[in-house]
């Protein structure tokens, strides 16, 4: 075994040292190992590598700029610092290793090195042109024009050979985008500006075919050819790239990083000026990696973070002395709304497997507390629905017609319906349903996720009240997972389809509804963790994708939210913002926020539509 | 016996942990049945400061942290005692065994405690902690009974050795006792009062060892020990918020047990061990 990091160890007065080193311990037992080439390492242990080594910097840094000294600084007027986006050094920034660093994470940061085709806009769900100037569906094909001016940072232009290659990428090789070739059956150029994405015959989904224009980065097909003839196109190979100098389509290029920080640096010759009328006012974004969550939040306070897409506690309390913070809404919940954490009950579980015990445990519930001890207030008061209460997803549902099943915290309504179905207390004070004791329950989400543990504690107390015992269980990440996938649990807590996509609230109630193709209990399913069923619920969500109308749309969503709330499969906790988006306005000013007419979302000034913010912030 | 424990009586060191340790069991046996809500209620704002109403504020569940800690207490030392109970048995177990039958099985047994020395407790706890699915107080009281008990062990078995080769020893021996009959009533009276002194030791550092895996969020689930306190104190950041009721009285609270049960050994040292008797 490791002598040295037993020693360490013992030596770690503070339980918080020994909880490291344990983990530096279980780290090691796996990397002890000699490297050898033949034998594909793991992800993770890829990341930890580079995580051991000094500072490092791009292979391929431009000869005028590393003259310019080690740590890089930059003026402080001409750099926008963001945190929360990268924890732990950087180990690579090549979006197939499926760890890449801030700014190629997939899904995140979208816009700054390489760009996506359009940009989404979490306020309306819209897509705004970017690389792509329009989209139509012909038929069964989807139809994208992409921009003439647009060129790689390395002066080539970027044209449909791009877009197919990226494309294909995800078709040859397992990584982030793969999925959605289960929706399409190719894509190819038509002519030099424009692709054609065809549907899946079998599986036309033309909502996620809308999420795939704006979540895949497009890849230079002229870089990317040359590694993975190098890699042998075998994908462990082509993983173990750094790609320490990028070229994307994007504003910005790799500058400087080490285990500290990551800076990015403005590319002057920018295609998009065209599309923006000008360029992006930072010259540099430098994301400074913090040690945890409180390191990051004091920084931010004090002005040396500008874009904080940290969880920030009582985040009234850093303007209160009139420091020139802001959140996008300037009131309660501060947030915009992006998803909906929720309790998902076992469909085979004795006990909960009533309809009137779901609805009893949902009617006990507090969710003003959950709101106000777990998420600081930031979720709004809950309107169970399967839809979010933002302009992108609300249109969907009849509000009027579902208000007659929707919930509400009423402890006395909940013992009564307990009583009208002849659940009786016994003498420990829990009630017994036919022979049934309503409990122990367990609920379950991982340890050290503290807005959930806590909303998961509220939740056991809450069902208290009513003579349900529910007791928490909080295991490491991945037992929780497991348990998920495979089953094994009363009722856990899960976000249902998280993102903010075109494919909302659809695949929301994908995950939460549909049976179809999920395995039974014992073995994995990657959605309908209850095992909810519900042959109408799976027809309604079959079709919804293959329809355009957006009445029909409505009446269908409507219908689908009415069979949610009369089977209760889930309860949603609370609405979770999808970007924490918090602004320092110390040094940039002119962050947009609700109602200054901008139509830029609060996506961290660097992320989808968000991006945006970059051309109107200023000293 | 009678005789030692009135001697005890006369140690200020002794007085002073036991006194300690008897009003500190009292407060929190009886301020349970005067405030009888129940501790988990969330009554209050999260990390509220103390007033009249909370007298330790309230946690980042908005629970009153004082009557949080009085319940955290009674966990605390329950699982210190299962613990050291455990560890005692064990290790006095093993000792025994190794010191008084000696040969192979003195060999075996030696290096098995050895083994178990030189691996930190605290890392088989934390792996065993991790792999385990349910966890009460109780578990979590038996793990770290089972992986503390070394020192107990190698303590007992020297003891042992020296007393196996003595007069008396002998004589019961020719005398036709058998072996347990021997080991209980000529080695073990030898021995008592360092047993005595290993179970204190033992229990306040199985109080330390629950609070530091709780700490990890290691502990036991549904229920309320110091160490989970702490450990939702730290993991709600509330050394950020400024909140030290949140972790401080919890902490003394350790800190006050674990002192008054090593002021305890102390002054049990001090009489029974014959090197520093005064």
Known sequence: MNGGILMKLKLASKPLVALFMAAVLFAGCESVQPPSATEPPKTQEENKTPADTSTKEPAKEPAAESAKGDAKETPRNETLYINGLQWGAPTNFNLLSGNSAFPISYGSSRELVYETLFMINELNGALEPLLGTKYEWKDDTLHVELNKDAKWSDGQPFTSDDVVYTYQLGKKYDINWSSYWAYISEVTADGANAVNIKLNKDNPNKLTVLDSIEIIPMLPKHMWEEIEKKANNDLTAIRKEVNADPVGTGPYKMYFYNDQKITIVRDDNYWGQSLFGKLPAPKYITHVIYKDNAAGDLAFKSGQVDVSQQFIPQVWNMWKNGAPIKTYLKDAPYYVPGSMPSIIFNMSKKGIDNVDVRRAIAMSIDYKKISDLAMSGYSAAMEPSLTLNTEAESKYVDKDAIKSLQWTTDVKAANDLLDKIGAKKGKDGIRVLNGTRLGPFDVECPYGWSDWNAALEIVAQSAKAIGIEIRTKFPEAPVWTNDLQTGKFDIIMNTPAGGVNPSQPWSRAHDIMYSKKVAPIGEMAFWNWGRYKNDKADQIIDQIPTISDEAQLKSLYTELTKIWLTDIPSVPLMYRPWLFHTVNESVWKGFPVEGDGSNIPPQIAMDGAGIRALYQIHN | ?278
């Not at chain 2, 340790?21 to 005067?34: D, K, T």
Request: charged share 10%.
């Open chain 2, 1 to 278: 016996m009678k005789n030692s424990f009135v001697i005890l009586l006369k140690s200020p060191k002794f007085m002073i942990g036991a006194i300690l340790f008897l009003l500190m069991l009292a407060l929190v046996l009886i301020y349970p049945q005067i405030n009888r809500k129940d501790p988990l209620e969330m009554i209050a704002l999260a990390f509220q400061p103390p007033d009249a109403n909370l007298w330790l504020g309230s946690d980042n569940f908005g629970r009153d942290l004082f009557l949080e800690l009085m319940y955290g207490i009674q966990t605390s030392i329950r699982v210190g005692l299962i613990a050291g109970v455990f560890a005692t048995v064990i290790g006095l177990i093993i000792g025994l065994a190794s010191g008084y039958i000696g040969g192979i099985v003195d060999n075996i047994l030696t290096a098995i405690t050895n083994i178990f020395i030189v691996i930190p407790s605290f890392v088989i706890l934390i792996l065993i902690s991790v792999s385990i699915n349910s966890r009460s107080s109780l578990v979590t009281a038996i793990i770290i009974g089972i992986t503390s008990w070394p020192w107990t062990a190698r303590a007992v078995r020297a003891q042992t050795t020296s007393l196996r080769g003595r007069d008396h020893v002998h004589i019961a021996k020719i005398s036709g006792h058998s072996t347990p009959k021997i080991i209980v009533f000529e080695i073990l009276p030898y021995i008592a009062s360092y047993v005595v002194m290993a179970f204190v030791l033992q229990t306040a550092s199985g109080i330390l060892s629950e609070a530091s895996i709780s700490m990890l969020g290691l502990g036991p689930y549904n229920t309320i020990s110091l160490g989970i306190i702490m450990n939702w104190a730290l993991v709600f950041e509330a050394p950020v918020a400024g909140a030290w009721w949140a972790f401080i009285p919890a902490a003394l609270s350790i800190a006050l047990i674990t002192f008054s049960l090593y002021m305890m050994n102390t002054g049990m040292d001090e009489i029974f061990n014959p090197k520093i008797r005064s």
